[in-house]
Structures are given as structure tokens and as C-alpha cells.
């Protein structure tokens, strides 16, 4: 199958490992990664913040970027940005776009996945032959959770890695407080609930608390080091890509 990566702004600026994970693991399944150049930021961003005209033009180049009929799907490391492009993208699109828009909208909303449900729902995987000799606890992001619906996607991934000593995070679905601009509009709300979230990751004695989404990993990640914690963050994508033969860089290295 013919995949077109979507980096999204924080996996570009941020956190490329994640990105380059995603990769690795979709050509280690025997698939061919295409990463088109211009693509941009989705929008979301702007659309949360009441923006809903304004990212026409991303919207537009995110159809136009990944409306190639040779690509047949198209996956991100992020649930938040999935969420966008299947959803927020056509509400733009509808409201502010022209036919040509609405259509190239409708193309690529049908071929858009977060990486999870893409390894489950499309190419039927679950064991994807990594390895990962670690305690992880698993926070599901709420866009993932209640906008994608992905469910137990990310833990069957998580169950059937080798090695892993997967345990369970205490009031799991509860919002870690980061929310985008939300963490800056309500910064002592959001602050209370990266601590109840990060409470929950200790009872867990976790090496590593994963997740989906880039964005609520700096969030919960910035908390644990401003403690001190013994958890470190990472995404989902650098789990699942891990193998014996090119294993993930050793826990005390790489903190």
C-alpha cells in the first residue's frame, strides 16, 4: 500500500522521532511511505481557537497535498490532528469553501487515519513485531478517545509487544489539562489536571507513560520533569517500531 505520512506541526518542529517512527514501522510492515513536501499545518489550531475562516487555505493544501489517487491512505502519529481533517475539515469546507474544496475534502477524509486504528482497522495488525522490555502505562488522548473513537486500539498494539510490562493507568480517560491554547487560557485548571494525571502515572512505577498524541505527551512529559519523576514520555509510533535488532535507545540514556 502506497501511504502519505502527515508529519503534523509538532512531530515537524518538536518531536520528529515520533514522525520518523511512524515511518519506519509502516515500511518494516512492507509498505511504501510517501511524504509530500508541501504539506503545511491541518488547521486544527485554528479552528479550536474560533478561527473557522482562516485556515481555508491550510485545509485546501491539505486536499491538494494528499488528493493524489496514488496514495491510498493517509496516516499520522496524532489522533488530535486525525480528528481535524475528518471532521473539522469538512465543516470548513461547507461553510467557507467552494465546490472544488468540498470535494477534495470528501477524498482525503475517507483515506485519513490515525496510526492505531490504521493498524488495526485497516491492515489488520496488531503484533507488529516489536519489542519494548519496559513498564508502560498508556494515556489516551481525548481526541483519539472521543472524537476518533479508537478505543482499545492502542493497548491491543501495546499488549502484543514483546517484552513489555504494560500496566494500567488509574482514571485513565481523564483529560491530562493540555487542550491546545486551553493549557494557556486556564493555566491553574489545566495545572490541577496535569496533576491528578501525573498522581495516577506515579501509582503506576511506569518507566514510560505513552500515548497517541505528541501534544498531551510535552504536556504531561514538561510536568514529570519539572518533578523530578522516574516516567518519561513516548509517543506510541517509537514503541510499535522497536525491535531486538534496532531497539529503542536504553531507558537511563535516553532521558
Known amino acids: 500500500m502506497r501511504i502519505g505520512l502527515f508529519a503534523t506541526c509538532l512531530g515537524d518542529t518538536l518531536f520528529p522521532e515520533a514522525v520518523k517512527s511512524t515511518a519506519v514501522l509502516l515500511a518494516r510492515l512492507g509498505h511504501d511511505v510517501v511524504f509530500p513536501p508541501g504539506q503545511t499545518c491541518c488547521g486544527q489550531m485554528h479552528v479550536n481557537t474560533g478561527y473557522q475562516r482562516e485556515p481555508v487555505p491550510l485545509v485546501r493544501n491539505f486536499a491538494e497535498q494528499f488528493g493524489d489517487a496514488s496514495i491510498e491512505a493517509v496516516v499520522m502519529p496524532s489522533g488530535s490532528c486525525a480528528g481535524s481533517v475528518r471532521h473539522q475539515h ?9 465546490a472544488a474544496l468540498r470535494a477534495g475534502v470528501a477524498t482525503v477524509r475517507a483515506k485519513t487515519y490515525e496510526l492505531s486504528e490504521f493498524l488495526v482497522d485497516v491492515l489488520d495488525a496488531t503484533d507488529v513485531g516489536a519489542y519494548f522490555p ?41 483529560c491530562c489539562g493540555f487542550g491546545g491554547t486551553f ?7 489545566s495545572t490541577a489536571m496535569l496533576q491528578d494525571k501525573m498522581r495516577n502515572i506515579a501509582t503506576t512505577g511506569a518507566d514510560v507513560c505513552t500515548a497517541g498524541d505528541s501534544s498531551c505527551l510535552m504536556h504531561i512529559g514538561g ?7 522516574g516516567t518519561r514520555t513516548l509517543h506510541l509510533a517509537q514503541i510499535l517500531s522497536a525491535t531486538r535488532t534496532s531497539p529503542h535507545l536504553p531507558m537511563e540514556a535516553a532521558r
Open 90 to 98: 469538512e465543516l470548513i469546507a461547507e461553510r467557507y469553501g467552494d
Open 134 to 174: 519496559h513498564r508502560v502505562t498508556y494515556h489516551p488522548t481525548c481526541h483519539s478517545l472521543r472524537m476518533l473513537r479508537v478505543g482499545e486500539k492502542p493497548l491491543r498494539l501495546l499488549r502484543a509487544v514483546d517484552s513489555i510490562d504494560l500496566v494500567e493507568l488509574p482514571e485513565a480517560d481523564a
Open 183 to 189: 493549557a494557556l487560557k486556564n493555566a491553574d485548571t
Open 223 to 229: 510536568g514529570l520533569s519539572r518533578i523530578s519523576s
